[in-house]
């Protein structure tokens, strides 16, 4: 008895190991198929309301490309393309030839082998297991592997080509011949282990795909250890503490790597279901908190907000990237990504990534700001040559289904990004590749339910400001004092920049006057437009155009073609002048309102109570009667007939007492220690 008790132990033991052999290939090679080949699934609104948008013609990012091979089997435009193969497998087309080191023409190549080989698996069609077809494919498959393109960017060679070409090889595996299965390993052999972040799954998937084909049952396992490995919160990247992704430095990269990153990993959860390589409890986890505590904010009727992008401002990049999370988190089983809803209320400081989110049940305001801790904008390859100010206090406001900032990019005066104080040029913007710091550390925020703070010392290419943005149910109220600059070009502060839509207002003492097309007006009191009141407190008076312009996606993504965009842009700002010298601003923004509203709104209820470089404090009923203050030095202040002695630089929430103020909430500017 005590024998065979140990033979029983023995073969226990020995169970996870001997699980490793070829039927766990076979198992995870049928799942791989099974999740590549489309598929209806009757009642997913998601798809239905993605079938909506129209599919791209030019596609550069990964993840979007994924998403378009979501969409039916577009017939017309596979013939289209079909009939331009020529007879050596190329297709008439693609330029071979191409330099460009984002949108490389061969890629396309790639897409189209994929689409091709998914339409001969897929039952549904007339097409499937056609001989035609597979003659096709292999013609376009040798092709391939006879001129061997390469792209001078890396990530092409070893990560979008053999991911993209592995698919089809996946697919298509049984009717390869032994010369084509030879060529199809050297592919995959172009991705090997190494990198960290999404560039090192994205590397290891690549070495998954080999394994299965060469049916190397360590190398699929060592692959699949490396993949989930980034599945933790602790790195130094990657996923963060407070829920924020980044990549590229200490950069926030929601949309960009992290949404990369999230997409594989649910597509890796589902490929290893039920099998020994399945991803453990906590995985899953770490994965399911990352969109409910950090991407899930990022979103506003299934756009993404302008922020989270990155450098991908590619043309409906917001709405693609929306999708995109959205299916994950339905793929997770998370709910909560409702087109025409708002079911995340509430405020949000990402302080490892500073970077901040406001909900209301009627609106949302995100805000991007940047440390000598954090990088706030890159320019990579040809993506987002002019949106060197993009980390810089970058604040966008969202109502409905369409905010106006996204189809504005072609005709942005990338120097006024809504939110941030910059030199005002008509120089095109020399970013060059560089990552932009701010040089102050004193960056924080403050969170309490639907109220808030958060605050940037900037100081960057000689200009420097103390910029405090302040949050309640209804408003934001924005500040800056010491905006100094040497420079004799003029300083400006950026109120609002977007597409106009109907007719833009200023309140005058005999009502409403509309702003036409082509003015530019001067304000000291209240304005409106696109369902959003502005309210100049001090330092006016503000500048509003409404012109029309014109421009082109090229100009900023040079994927695209030169194609002129023309259209009316709304701007509102404050001109600080030549070499100012501690200058302010103070203004309030508030979303969801018609212009009788912002009439109507008695301005008493905001309470501008200090705005110096060192403290800014308000307070008043909109704040609840409680006072919020940003502090960047030691002091005493007199507040409301109290004094209060501020012994530390940070944010406070302050509550009246008898006998004065006290603190009730603090955070400092290190982010390990402030309130995640």
Request: aromatic letters at 12%; proline letters at 5%.
């Amino acid at each position: 008895m005590k024998k065979k008790k140990y033979v029983l132990l023995i073969a226990f033991i020995l169970l996870p190991s001997l699980s490793w052999g070829g039927s766990t290939i076979d198992a995870v090679m049928a799942h791989y198929r099974s999740l590549l080949i489309p598929r209806k699934v009757e009642g997913d609104t998601i798809m239905a309301g993605l079938r909506q948008i129209q599919r791209e013609k030019i596609v550069s990012d990964q993840m979007i490309q994924e998403l378009m091979n979501r969409y039916p089997f577009d017939m017309a435009a596979i013939r289209q393309y079909c009939a331009k193969i020529n007879h050596d497998g190329s297709f008439a087309d693609i330029d071979y030839h191409d330099t460009k080191r984002s949108g490389w023409q061969p890629k396309q190549h790639a897409e189209r082998l994929l689409e091709l080989c998914k339409l001969y698996a897929s039952p549904t069609t007339s097409y499937y297991h056609s001989t035609e077809l597979l003659n096709q494919i292999h013609l376009l498959m040798d092709y391939w592997f006879k001129t061997k393109p390469v792209c001078k960017n890396w990530w092409y060679n070893q990560i979008g080509i053999p991911k993209t070409l592995g698919q089809a090889f996946i697919i298509i595996e049984d009717r390869l011949s032994p010369q084509q299965k030879t060529e199809a390993v050297k592919v995959m052999e172009q991705a090997q282990f190494g990198m960290t972040g999404q560039n090192k799954v994205w590397l290891a998937s690549n070495v998954l795909i080999r394994a299965l084909l060469t049916n190397d049952d360590s190398l699929m396992k060592a692959a699949r250890d490396t993949i989930v490995s980034e599945i933790r919160n602790d790195g130094e990247e990657g996923i963060r503490p407070d829920w924020s992704y980044q990549l590229h430095g200490p950069q926030q990269q929601f949309g960009n790597y992290g949404l990369a990153f999230l997409t594989s990993m649910v597509f890796f959860h589902k490929l290893f279901q039920d099998t020994p390589l399945q991803l453990s409890s906590q995985q899953v986890s770490i994965l399911t908190n990352l969109v409910s505590q950090g991407f899930r904010w990022t979103v506003w009727h299934r756009r993404m907000d302008l922020s989270a992008l990155g450098r991908q401002l590619f043309h409906n990049g917001d709405l693609h990237k929306g999708y995109c999370l959205a299916l994950a988190a339905e793929e997770l089983g998370i709910g909560g990504f409702p087109l025409h809803a708002n079911p995340l209320v509430g405020h949000k400081h990402f302080s490892y990534s500073d970077y901040t989110v406001h909900r209301t049940p009627h609106w949302m305001m995100s805000l991007k700001m940047s440390s000598s801790r954090t990088i706030g904008s890159e320019h990579v390859n040809e993506d987002n040559v002019q949106g060197y100010y993009l980390g810089d206090g970058a604040t966008y406001y969202y109502i409905g289904d369409d905010s106006g900032y996204m189809d504005a990019l072609p005709l942005w005066d990338w120097r006024k990004v809504p939110g941030t104080t910059a030199y005002d040029d008509t120089q095109a913007i020399n970013f060059n590749g560089r990552s932009p710091r701010n040089k102050s550390s004193q960056v924080a925020g403050l969170n309490m339910g639907l109220y808030g703070v958060s605050a940037m010392r900037y100081e960057k290419d000689g200009i420097k400001a103390s910029k405090a943005w302040f949050f309640t149910p209804n408003a934001v109220v924005c500040l800056g004092s010491g905006i100094s600059s040497d420079s004799s070009l003029h300083v400006t502060t950026c109120i609002d920049q977007r597409l106009t839509a109907g007719t833009p207002k200023i309140l005058t003492p005999t009502g409403w006057q509309t702003v036409p097309p082509g003015a530019k007006v001067h304000i000291n009191g209240r304005a409106w437009h696109r369902q959003v009141g502005y309210f100049v407190l001090d330092s006016g008076p503000a500048v509003m155009k409404n012109e029309i312009t014109t421009g082109s996606w090229s100009d900023n993504m040079q994927m695209y073609p030169y194609e002129v965009v023309r259209d009316t842009l709304f701007t509102l700002y404050f001109d600080h002048g030549s070499r100012p010298r501690d200058k302010r601003y103070a203004y309030m923004v508030m979303p969801h309102v018609s212009p009788e509203d912002v009439a109507n709104y008695r301005l008493s209820q905001v309470q501008v109570m200090m705005n110096t470089p060192t403290l800014q404090v308000v307070g008043g009923k909109a704040f609840a009667n409680r006072l919020w203050a940003v502090v960047h030095s030691r002091q005493t202040a007199r507040l409301n007939k109290a004094t209060i002695t501020f012994d530390k630089p940070g944010l406070y929430q302050l509550r009246p007492t008898r006998k004065g103020y006290v603190i009730v909430q603090y955070c400092d500017f290190n982010p390990k220690k402030s309130a995640i």
